[in-house]
């Protein structure tokens, strides 16, 4: 490793890089196109390596240049977001900015946040809700709520924590079980409402045991299992719906279970934050607030399905309990 890293060459190359031209590199950086041109060459001959082919003001990178632009952008993007932090630290100590995915701001955090704000006057949360399964590090946020297997979303200088796990039941409108699931658990003419981004059927069919339909089933795809549950609601079809997202219209009976078992879900949402950074009282405020309510929904989950008579499959992987999130958070 270089005893002194040369930041303006990977500045220079950084935004040759994003523009795909080194002449309007040199114009959000303020220097010369021939002050670029040369910025790069000099990082090439440190690397013994080409990153980009000169295309007459255009530039192409190579495979090396890709792989180097990658991570130099992504570096950058922290930096700018730790300076951002340090400024909004100085200055907004009470403001909790949250980036999370799409499913869990609209169907989980805006329903309970309020109980939040309404005992925490002068905290105010910014909840930026996110495609599912994206992880933006070039933005700085408080927190970071996503779902996947846990430990396998890249985060350098970030603390993952198990915020919740959850179960996968089918679920349909009352009157659709009737018109479409039989007397013996055989779907009949039934919709599946299958969300692409998390499409857990056939592990479903497969540890039940319960009769396939078939790779010619009618079948929707959306990119949100949101979006399979509205259509659920409406008559629509027939989805899986996790306990974290489904459970407020089964215990009120607008989404029925018309089989009696569940499977326990390999992946999990996780909260991130900055490793060994000092929580303000405002966030420390918010992850025990969280944390009480995630513990509390887990509860009435267990208990409804105990109470229905629900057998779940257990077979839960890769997920150490020493990382849960819990109380006291500490900082």
Sequence with gaps: MPTR??????????????YGSLTAAASELGVTRPAISKQIKQLEQMLNCTLMNRLGNAVQLTAAGQDLAHDVALAFGQIAASLERQLQGRTLPNVIRILVDRDFASSFLAGHIGQFLLHNPGVSVEVVAE???????????????FYGHFGATPCPGLRERVLCRWYDLVVCTPDYAQA????????????????GNYNVWDNWFAQTGLAHPGPARDVTHFNETSLCLSTALTGGGITIGDTILAFPSIRAGRLALPFRHGLESEQCYALFDRAGRLHTSAETSFLEWLSDVVRQHEK?????????????????????????LDVPVGS
């Design 131 to 145: 495609k599912n399964g994206r992880m933006r590090l070039d933005e700085d946020f408080n927190f970071r709520i």
């Design 5 to 18: 890293l040369p930041l303006t060459a990977l500045r220079a190359f950084e935004a040759a890089a994003r």
């Design 180 to 195: 479409h699931v039989s007397d013996s658990g055989a779907l009949v003419d039934a919709q599946l409402l299958i969300d």
């Design 300 to 324: 009435e989950v267990s208990a409804f399905l105990q109470e229905s008579g629900i057998d779940i499959c257990h077979g839960r992987k890769g997920i150490n309990d020493v990382d849960v």
